[in-house]
């Protein structure tokens, strides 16, 4: 699996330790940026990778920003773009089940290092239920034609 990362400054700590995380896991990583702690802005970031899961470059996306609400936000203007902001293991794995996310959104400034890499596993270990659930992501699909 292709995981595309992207950070800004206040992010950029722990997205070196997420890839660094998943490279040792056997992940394929795609690193859109940012690549220091220099102020930056994170819809440049959020754009790289809402863009590379959109056009199949990559499977999944991982967001890092402060809160991760900037990077869930931009990212989620993408058509075929399921971003998930999640603070716990159970919201992460609930987005996979029931919400399809392909892209994970975290807020640095949030969870400590510990808890956003449970978070990163069970996100990648964890299958889509469908069933009752793919009704609701295709009905999210058709507001998007309307609206995006
Ligand atoms: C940067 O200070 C901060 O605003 C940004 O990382 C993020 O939290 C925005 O949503």
Known sequence: MIVALGS?????????KIKEHLLERGYEVLDMGTTSRDSTHYPIF???VALSVQEG???????????????SITANKFRGVRAA????EY??????LHNDANVLCLGDRVIGEELALAIVDVWL????????????????????????
């Open 91 to 96: 919201m992460a794995r609930m987005s996979r």
């Open 46 to 48: 959020a754009k790289e």
């Open 85 to 88: 902001l999640c603070c716990n």
């Open 125 to 148: 270990e964890t299958p889509f239920e469908g069933g009752r659930h793919e009704k609701r992501v295709d009905l999210i699909k058709e507001i998007e034609k309307e609206n995006l």
């Open 57 to 71: 470059r990559a499977q999944r996306g991982i967001l890092i920003c402060g809160t991760g609400i900037g990077m």
């Open 8 to 16: 800004d400054h206040a992010g950029f700590p722990l997205k070196e």
